[in-house]
């Protein structure tokens, strides 16, 4: 049985960790599956792992970042702490490095996949030469030629570089014509496809992610403010924990909507299904988006789901008006206008979401599953 090792940062709260503990979980059956990860944040992993899945931390739990305590120290001129916390933050960077450099010069691996850029460099450098060696990128470039030419640079003496998305592959397929490394697209897979579907008839709206500001919710909650003047009687949701959170109860409170908007903060998958299956609409107010699994976990629900189209993700999603709809350049009032009009239209929530159910066969465990054995075996 060939054994398949994944290199993670954490197995904390984020959607890449989540894609590593998914993609563990699909192919335990099938290999020696281990995750090794560089730091230890919580103990244990937020996300379920399955127990044939090993998972090996690299540094212990106090040798992690400490970058809001540093920045802290600095805001506030303290130059003893300053000093300890940057003592510290040297320490956790050359121990991930070095960690690293000796876990991949010792590992027995058949195949070894790198979950960032940051390790590809050194999977490449000190991986074992027999190994299959795959780059997995997550992340959008969102036009950042600097950051696009890391990415390139890191990856292109690996042997397949894998993206979570079509547009992704174009863009790196194009740019790596001259190297070894072989491009191939692979999304990203919905943990489960419930049997059953929402009813679309409650009055609720639902938005889930991390609060920050490139997810806009301050967005989400400027364009609910207009509508809940018309609709009083439909509440928001919002699943989710980070640093814009007290901007956005401030902004709740000077409106008055604290009997209407609900932050549940972080929640785990039980929560969230159960959340979307008494919710009508889906909302992503997303800057950027590198692959809308949120928009597929409404979509499996049944769930219309209108987005800005500057969330890459989005775009790779949703088919504007066959199973939801994209806004163009952040359009709040036409944002406005398709929300409302679902609000209005029942038979046609049904529609787009009969539609979005049907996608969601695309992303299904087991059509991923089969892409990623495919790959695993060319070797």
């Given at each position: 049985m060939k054994k398949i090792s994944i290199l993670s940062l954490h197995l904390g709260y984020g959607g890449v960790e989540k894609s590593i503990v998914t993609l563990a979980n699909l192919l335990s059956n099938d290999y020696q599956v281990e995750i090794v990860s560089i730091y230890n944040l919580y103990g244990t992993s937020v996300f379920p792992i399955n127990k044939n899945v090993k998972v090996t931390y690299l540094l212990p739990k106090d040798l992690v970042p400490n970058g809001k305590e540093w920045k802290e120290a600095l805001r506030n001129i303290r130059l003893l702490r300053f000093i300890k916390e940057s003592y510290h933050a040297c320490k956790v960077l050359y121990n991930r490095k070095k960690m690293m450099k000796k876990y991949l010069k010792i590992t027995d691996a058949d195949v070894i996949i790198s979950s960032r850029f940051l390790f590809n460099n050194w999977l490449d450098q000190y991986g074992p030469k027999s190994a299959l060696k795959i780059g997995w990128e997550h992340n959008h470039h969102h036009n950042d030629m600097k950051y696009s030419a890391?990415?390139?640079?890191?990856?292109?003496?690996?042997?397949?570089?894998?993206?979570?998305?079509?547009?992704?592959?174009?863009?790196?397929?194009?740019?790596m014509l001259n190297y070894h490394v072989k491009t191939v697209y692979i999304p990203n897979t919905l943990e489960h496809i419930p049997r059953r579907r929402s009813s679309l008839t409650e009055k609720r709206l639902v938005s889930v992610g991390r609060l920050s500001k490139e997810k806009g919710y301050l967005d989400l909650l400027k364009i609910y403010s207009v509508i809940v003047k018309k609709y009083p009687d439909w509440v928001l949701d919002i699943v989710g924990d980070g640093n814009e959170k007290e901007e956005l109860e401030k902004f709740i409170q000077e409106h008055q909507l604290q009997d209407k908007v609900t932050l549940h903060g972080f929640q785990n998958s039980d929560y969230i299904d159960k959340l979307l299956?008494?919710?009508?609409?889906?909302?992503?107010?997303?800057?950027?988006?590198?692959?809308?699994?949120?928009?597929?976990?409404?979509?499996?629900?049944?769930?219309?789901?209108?987005?800005?189209?500057?969330?890459?993700?989005?775009?790779?999603?949703?088919?504007?008006?066959?199973?939801g709809y994209l806004i163009k350049n952040r359009n709040q009032e036409m944002m406005i206008k398709k929300i409302t009009d679902l609000i209005k239209d029942r038979e046609k929530r049904q529609a787009l979401g009969k539609e979005g159910r049907k996608k969601v066969k695309l992303f299904s465990k087991e059509s991923v599953r089969e892409k990623w054995i495919e790959l695993i075996e060319k070797k």
């Open positions: 890391k990415v390139i640079h890191s990856a292109y003496n690996l042997d397949y570089f894998v993206l979570v998305s079509k547009d992704l592959e174009r863009f790196y397929h194009h740019k299956d008494h919710s009508s609409i889906y909302i992503m107010t997303s800057f950027t988006e590198s692959f809308g699994i949120v928009l597929l976990e409404a979509m499996s629900h049944g769930l219309p789901c209108v987005a800005f189209d500057s969330a890459e993700g989005a775009r790779e999603v949703i088919t504007s008006g066959r199973d």
